[in-house]
Each structure stands twice: as C-alpha cells, then as structure tokens.
C-alpha cells in the first residue's frame, strides 16, 4: 500500500513539473505546510486529498473542525448540459448531510443563480434550508448580480457586509474574508476587486497575527487560470500582497467549474466544481460555455469541497467529493 | 469531348506495349470520366456558395435600416461592424449563457438577455460606439456609424 500511495504522490508530483512548478519547491512548500494534497483519479475524475493524515479510514481524525465549499448552483439554468439543477444541489447537500465529521458551516462562493430571478432565489433558500448545517456564508457571482447591481443578493445574503458585499469574520482562530470580484466589471477586463473593497482588505488584516490562518473566498479565481475566458482578477496580486505575511493563506474560488489548485510560496489556490453543470478546461473549447456531458456522467463532474482545518499544523486539508463516482 | 480515339470492342494488344498502351488510355478515359463526375457537382457548388456570400454581405452592410450582430461562444459577431446613420441593431443572444451588451460611453444598455432572447438600438448619430459584456467583460465589440 505505501507503494502505491508513492506512486500517486511521484505521479503527482510529475504532473506538477510538467505544470511549470519545480519540484524542490512544491516539497518545500509541503515541508511547510505539514500535509499536503495528493491529486488521484477515480472514475476519470481528479481528487485532491491531504497525504499526510486525513485520507482513508482515518479521515477527519485530528481535524478541529471542517468546512464545505459549494458553488455555482446556477438555479434557473435548464439547458441540456444540466436539465435539473435543482436536484443536483440538492444531491450536493445530502451528501455534505451525510458526512461523518459535520462541517461547522458551508460556504457558497456564488453563481447562486442562473438570472438573478427572485423565484431562483427562492428555490436556492428552499434546498439550503434543509441543510443540517444551518449557517452559510456567501459571495456573489456575476450571475447573482445581473440587473440590479445586486441589491437582490445583498438584500438576502449580504446584511452586515461592505460595499459590493465583502466581509470577514473569525471561526476558532481562523481568518475568513469573503471578496466580491464580480461588481463594476470593466470591458475587456477579468474580475476585479476595486480600489475600495482593496483598502478594506488591507485594513482588516493588519494587526493580525502571521500565524493567523487565512482564508480567502470570491467567485472568479484570485489567480490567473487563462485570460482569455476572463479566469482570474485584474487586482488580485495587490490584494494577495496584504496577505502574504502570513504563514497559511488558502483561497478558495469558483466560477470555472472544475478543479483546479496550485501551491505558491504560503498560499494554496483551490477552485471547486460547480453542483449544476461542467465547463471546458481552459482553451479545450471554442468558450467558456456549458459542457454536456452524457446524463450518467453528469454526478461525477459535479461536486463538494470539503475542508478540514488541523490546529496543531495550523494546515487546511482541502477534499473534493464528486456527486458521485 | 473526350480526345481519345474510341478503342475497338475487339481490340486486343498483340505485345507487352500494346497492352501498356491500352491500359494507360483505359485508365485516362476513366479519369476524365472521374474528373467530370466530380468537376460539375464543385462547380454547381462554387455558383450557390457566390450566390450565397452575396447574401450574406448583403445582411453585414444593410441599406434597409436593420443589421444584425449575433452573440455565440462568447463573442460579438461581427465584432466591429460599420452601418449608415439610422440604422437599427439587433444583438441576438446564442449562447446557453446570458449576456448584455452594454456602451461602454453610457449611449445604450441592454437588460440581460437569456438565450435566443434580442436587444436593439438605434444608431441616430455618426459615431464610433464600443461596448462590452458586462458579465463577460472579456466579450467586446463596437459599431461604426457613418
């Protein structure tokens, strides 16, 4: 077994290297961290799981406590590449219901909605109302912003927020900031941050400790993933400037529905799949646009993120689920 | 039409180079057999696929006052595209996912238009009128008006 496991971490390893990221230096930064993530395939889909400690059966053990990162439901979406958005949400909660270590909370990093529809929204707060995790913290997609500037979204989900809608809060020693990359988008532009909601940022994690673990969540990713499609934040690099003192940054993104991480220096880049339809890697396809799958694969491409957080290590573990495999 | 002497039913070579002869004046009737069989067919299709491109820059530079730009795999088609004063445009949205298309100097402003949904504007004033997705805002295009 530890053969084949080796075989999974040089496997993965390679891969990397072919990625661009040097050996030496992913190892470093796994030194760093004290655990790590290990990419296998399982129906011919990737899993990130941590190779130190919390895969298999002793999953969960020594873990404080864990998180669950859903993302772009798109409810009203109904076209092939997805007819039922609904029940694959809901899918998607039932199977966060039905792990073994409950997740303190959930969080949704956007794309709640297909258009902005308050009879979406309201179908989205039915399937989550169900959840036996009962606080959720969101970021709005573009999706959720359509029409109105999002005054609809900030009405439900953004009480106490900033500006476009970002906030922070504390949960046992840990350090959450929820971005809003999807306002005020210019043409030709990705997403973008804004001078304001960037001085905030920098205001609410100054005088914060270095070995303060911090997470950052947004919809679009806070790195570049490919241009073209818009997959990345004009102004990210300033934001992750203010962050960089600190000893473990982890950001979590969606919108590009699928997989994808990438370990720079302290800061652990992570994107989930989406729990309503896949889309194309990056420049495999004419756009961006939904990707039909044939219906008995759909659950495979659609999935949870699950993150455990190690005092100890002060090391986040990131696991994704697919619906099914 | 072919400029080969028809070959006698009962002709049969006498030596080795009759017989070459013969088969290389078979195998040239064949193929201009083969190239007409072909040629007529390409040609046919040359004329419809004229006739047809004169349809298609009939609708890019319309004089009847409509012209129509087509959103399809995240991209305006045509992405510029020049039209007389007056002219009314018609963004049609193909793609499974809504899109706008948004001036980016404030002159017009879409609501967001779902699949196979239209939005249209009219041009009254010579100009040049960039605008952008504002969801996508990778998606950009203009309209010259002259």
């Not at chain 1, 080796?6 to 290297?17: S, Y």
Request: aromatic share 10%; charged share 20%.
């Amino acid at each position: 077994m530890p053969d084949k496991k080796q075989d999974v971490i040089d496997q993965r390893l390679q891969d990397l290297n072919n990625d661009g990221v040097d050996r030496r230096g992913f190892l470093k930064c796994m030194a760093w961290a004290g655990t790590g993530l290990v990419w296998t395939l399982s129906g011919g889909i990737p899993l990130s799981q941590a190779f130190a400690k919390s895969s298999g059966k002793d999953a969960g053990k020594g873990v404080d406590f864990s998180f669950v990162q859903i993302s772009d439901s798109h409810i009203g979406f109904s076209k092939p590449a997805n007819p039922d958005v609904t029940l694959t949400l809901q899918t998607a909660i039932n199977k966060i219901d039905a792990m073994p270590a409950k997740p303190d909370f959930i969080i949704h990093t956007g794309d709640l909605t297909q258009l902005s529809k308050p009879s979406e929204f309201d179908t989205l707060d039915q399937v989550l109302k169900g959840a036996s995790a009962k606080q959720i913290y969101f970021v709005p997609g573009e999706h959720d912003m359509l029409s109105d500037n999002g005054e609809q979204f900030l009405e439900r989900y953004g009480k106490g927020t900033k500006g476009t809608g970002y906030y922070s809060f504390d949960h046992k020693g840990v350090h959450f900031v929820g971005l809003v990359n999807v306002a005020n988008l210019k043409a030709g532009g990705m997403g973008s941050l804004g001078h304001e909601q960037l001085e905030w940022l920098e205001d609410d994690v100054r005088g914060r400790s270095a070995s303060t673990p911090i997470v950052l969540f947004a919809h679009i990713p806070l790195w570049t993933i490919y241009p073209d499609w818009g997959w990345g934040t004009d102004d990210s690099e300033q934001a992750l400037s203010y962050v960089k003192r600190f000893g473990s940054v982890t950001v979590l993104n969606g919108h590009i529905h699928q997989i994808m991480q990438k370990v720079e220096g302290k800061v652990s880049f992570h994107t989930a799949m989406s729990t309503a339809f896949p889309q194309p890697a990056p420049g495999t396809a004419p756009s961006a646009g939904p990707m039909k799958v044939p219906a008995d694969q759909l659950s495979r491409v659609l999935g949870i993120t699950d993150v455990n957080y190690v005092v100890s290590g002060r090391s986040l573990a990131v696991i994704d689920s697919p619906l099914a495999r | 039409m072919s400029k080969f002497r028809a070959i006698p039913e009962n002709y049969a070579p006498k030596n080795k180079r009759q017989k070459i002869n013969l088969e290389r004046k078979q195998s040239m009737k064949n193929k201009s057999i083969w190239i007409a069989g072909w040629a007529a067919p390409v040609m046919i299709g040359m004329l419809l696929w004229l006739a047809g491109s004169r349809n298609v820059s009939a609708n890019d530079q319309p004089a009847a006052g409509s012209a129509a730009v087509k959103i399809d795999n995240f991209v305006f088609g045509p992405q510029t595209m020049t039209v007389p004063v007056g002219t009314t445009v018609t963004w049609t949205n193909s793609d499974d996912i809504p899109h706008t298309a948004v001036s980016t100097d404030g002159v017009f402003k879409s609501k967001v238009m779902d699949t196979d949904e239209k939005f249209s504007y009219t041009f009254t004033k010579a100009g040049t009128y960039p605008y952008y997705c504002t969801i996508h805002p990778k998606m950009t295009g203009q309209i010259v008006v002259k």
